[in-house]
């Protein structure tokens, strides 16, 4: 077992996961389901810019794809922070489960906390991050 789920795959699994309910909540969410005009709106409801919505679904999509792929890990991670405990904030008065009504904070508390584990954990072997730094060390040599 411990060759199964050993720390590299164990950063993989992490990065991968945290990728995909990125942009899951971005692409599909925000996009399709509540489009990007009613996140907006929905922003402005509670006292936020418009102009916010869209940045934090930019913010979601690149963070997803940068660690989809492994690029910058750390970076990235630490850049979606911001937006995870927003989201927190925003969900904080519906109470802790996010099968409340309105979604309960529960949820983007784990993420922000996922979040930043990758931020110590770093790319991982299995990232593009780790092969382009692999090939530059043998062209340096």
Sequence with gaps: ?????????????????????????????????????????????????????????????????ALLLGFKTRFFSALVIPVLLGATWVHSTNGWLFTNTGGGWEYPLLLTVMAIVQIGLGDGKYAISTHLQSKQKLIRS
């Design 1 to 65: 077992m411990n060759n199964l789920l050993n720390s590299d795959i164990s950063t993989f699994i992490l990065r991968i996961s945290l990728a995909t309910v990125l942009l899951a909540h971005s692409l599909y969410l925000k996009l399709v389901v509540f489009t990007l005009a009613g996140t907006a709106q929905f922003f402005a409801s509670i006292g936020l810019p418009e102009v916010l919505a869209y940045l934090v679904f930019l913010n979601e999509v690149v963070v997803g794809v």
